[in-house]
């Protein structure tokens, strides 16, 4: 078994626990559900594919908005106690971070599925919110697909923040120009 998928192991055993991450309230739910727009979302996520495949003029403002939303939205669910939740925001928010810490080196994309690796983050948060909606007292340990899918998201993000540059193109920065 891998370090990553072990660690992921850990906290949900540890959300499981008494002592670890408590229900989900359904106003809880229902108030970090006013906060994530999935279908704006993806659309900021097509218009950051389209700007880091096509080398776009505004591909620093498309990709750091897109970090900014991901970064409330992990906000806000650490605000409301989502455990759960703020741990898979983390990681997608760390792959984001890995896009915009090096947009401006960026020259072209290798891989497109990096794309595709948000997407099903998005359909993992909705599935999650709504699985919470019906039952608050879920324990994603307990579900043998969700659990399965929220660890290969996990560890597909550390992956991809380790091997960034086998996903982009970074082209070298001129050590003159400062």
Do not use: W
């Not at 810490?101 to 020259?107: D, E, G, K, P």
Request: charge should be negative.
């Amino acid at each position: 078994m891998s370090h990553a998928v072990k660690q992921v192991e850990n906290f949900i055993v540890k959300c499981s626990a008494t002592s670890g991450c408590a229900p989900v309230a359904v106003d809880v739910i229902e108030e970090f559900v006013a906060y994530y727009d999935k279908e704006s979302l993806e659309r900021q996520l097509l218009e950051m594919e389209d700007a880091l495949i096509n080398n776009a003029d505004n591909k620093v403002e498309i990709v750091q908005g897109l970090f900014r939303d991901m970064h409330s939205l992990k906000g806000s669910s650490g605000l409301l106690k989502i455990d759960v939740m703020t741990h898979l925001l983390h990681n997608l928010e760390d792959v984001l971070g890995a896009i915009s810490n090096n947009v401006l080196n960026i020259s072209a994309v290798k891989r497109t599925d990096i794309f595709d690796f948000f997407l099903q983050g998005f359909d993992l948060i909705e599935k999650l919110v709504q699985i919470f909606q019906q039952d608050p007292t879920f324990v994603l340990k307990n579900s043998r697909e969700k659990f399965g899918f929220y660890i290969r998201i996990i560890v597909e993000a550390r992956s991809i923040v380790e091997n960034i540059d086998q996903y982009m193109e970074f082209t070298e920065m001129d050590e003159n120009v400062f």
